[in-house]
């Protein structure tokens, strides 16, 4: 998967913007977190089960692929992602936090590392 980010092609996904007095940004997004949430649904059909809280959440890198158009378009890929689901909405935003939490100082850590940051 990461060899898409060594295409060629692909580049960092970043822009120009104006901001004042003539000056300029050049301001993009490399590394995320995205998570959704899905509260309890209670269906009243009985033969139906009951949808427990759940979580996805996962850790992205962000690039721009040129297409054959030669369009540019936003993409990601997935470094790491996980489900989440119990009895309670708060155990899972817990376990969500958790996570993300933990994958930050792992990919914080390699960077330190590689940058030699102290």
């Known amino acids: 998967m990461l060899e898409l980010?060594?295409?060629k092609t692909n580049r960092l996904d970043a822009n120009w913007t104006d901001?004042?007095?003539g000056k300029k940004n050049y301001d993009?997004?490399?590394i995320s977190i995205q998570s959704r949430f899905w509260p309890t649904i209670d269906?009243?059909?009985p033969?139906?089960?009951r949808i427990l809280p759940s979580a996805k959440a996962a850790i992205c890198?962000?690039?721009k692929s040129k297409q054959k158009s030669g369009e540019m378009t936003e993409n990601q890929i997935i470094?790491?992602?996980r489900e989440f689901e119990d009895q309670?909405?708060?155990?899972?935003k817990e376990q969500v936090e958790v996570f993300c939490e933990y994958e930050f100082m792992k990919i914080a850590n390699i960077l330190s590392k590689f940058y030699n940051i102290k």
């Not at 309670?88 to 899972?92: G, M, R």
């Open 61 to 63: 890198i962000h690039f």
């Open 43 to 45: 269906l009243t059909n």
């Open 88 to 92: 309670s909405e708060e155990v899972v």
């Open 28 to 30: 993009g997004q490399i």
């Open 19 to 21: 901001d004042c007095q």
């Open 79 to 81: 470094l790491i992602e």
């Open 47 to 49: 033969d139906v089960r």
């Open 5 to 7: 980010l060594f295409n």
